[in-house]
């Protein structure tokens, strides 16, 4: 083989080398610190969803169907006892600033999952999280119905639906 040739080899293995170590880089960095937030204080959010639910009071309130949940309860792990309300949906689970449900577990992703609504039912979705969202023994792998009553597992977590 000619000299050029080899040195094209060499330059071509050096930065297919540096793509690799910048993509685990980049991994790294995204799994430490998460999706970028709004640097807006938190008390400043607080006020712009005050206003927000003062606009909607004018508007009439959709009646829910009898037997609908209203809340997601945390009945098992380090936040156990909290709630929060359906109304606020979609709500986003994980270990992230921005989520309504923080949960403080190794287990579980800055962007773990959501429950969202679509009508008269409720969803929830993994976000691509790495140990996975459970209902029952069963890895969700698409956005799975839940009815009220349903326990939903992250990580060292279970949440359900109540009324």
């Keep these: 083989?000619?000299?050029?040739?080899?040195?094209?080899?060499?330059?071509?293995?050096?930065?297919?080398?540096?793509?690799?170590?910048?993509?685990?880089?980049?991994?790294?960095?995204s799994d430490m610190f998460g999706a970028r937030i709004?640097?807006?204080?938190?008390?400043?959010?607080?006020?712009?969803r005050q206003a927000r639910k003062s606009e909607?009071?004018?508007?009439?309130?959709t009646k829910r169907p009898r037997g609908a949940p209203t809340h997601v309860a945390i009945v098992e792990g380090a936040n156990e006892g909290e709630t929060v309300s359906l109304d606020e949906a979609p709500i986003l689970i994980g270990r992230g600033s921005d989520a309504a449900i923080r949960l403080d577990d190794d287990y579980v992703s800055t962007r773990h999952a959501r429950i969202a609504s679509s009508g008269d039912q409720w969803f929830v979705e993994d976000l691509g999280s790495t140990n996975g969202t459970y209902i029952g023994s069963h890895r969700l792998t698409q956005p799975t119905t839940l009815q009220l009553g349903s326990t939903v597992r992250i990580g060292k977590t279970t949440l359900e639906l109540r009324k």
């Design 1 to 29: 083989m000619s000299e050029l040739t080899l040195m094209l080899i060499r330059f071509a293995y050096l930065a297919i080398l540096w793509i690799f170590v910048l993509s685990v880089i980049s991994v790294v960095r």
């Design 38 to 48: 709004d640097s807006t204080p938190r008390a400043d959010r607080k006020s712009q």
């Design 56 to 61: 909607n009071r004018g508007a009439k309130p």
